[in-house]
Nanobody, 126 residues
Framework: QLHLVQSGGGLVQPGGSLTLTCTAS????????IGWFRRSPGKEREGVSCISSSDGSSRYADFVKGRFTISRDNAKNAVYLQINNAKAADTGEYFC???????????????????WGQGTQVTVSS
């Protein structure tokens, strides 16, 4: 199965930090743009961040700019989402995704991604 596997997540206090990890066992993630999305209670899935395959450039949703950082470790075949200064509004289920096409650009549109991780819950609460 060419699927994505997520780890990390959990409970974090407001202002705290957390790292989410997306890996794959049967494909190289560095060949693809990888996106992180979240589904908060009562909301549709929304794009959080993405990282391109070509030059490692990244994009962020306005509501996480300056607080979240996306990165790759090609040696570990992993993409990370570092959450800093967590807010209650960051609570939700987070998913990593990849497109079918290696040429697909980095985007925050969920419909551009075809394969998803299993999701991991992030809860920001004191």
């Amino acid at each position: 199965q060419l699927h994505l596997v997520q780890s990390g997540g959990g409970l974090v206090q407001p202002g705290g930090s957390l790292t989410l990890t997306c890996t794959a066992s049967e494909l190289r993630l560095n060949y693809y743009a990888i996106g992180w999305f979240r589904r908060s209670p009562g909301k549709e899935r929304e794009g959080v961040s993405c990282i391109s395959s070509s030059d490692g450039s990244s994009r962020y949703a306005d509501f996480v700019k300056g607080r979240f950082t996306i990165s790759r470790d090609n040696a570990k075949n992993a993409v990370y989402l570092q959450i800093n200064n967590a807010k209650a509004a960051d609570t939700g289920e987070y998913f990593c995704g990849r497109p079918t096409d290696r040429r697909a650009p980095c985007t925050l549109r969920a419909n551009a991604f075809d394969f998803w991780g299993q999701g991991t819950q992030v809860t920001v609460s004191s």
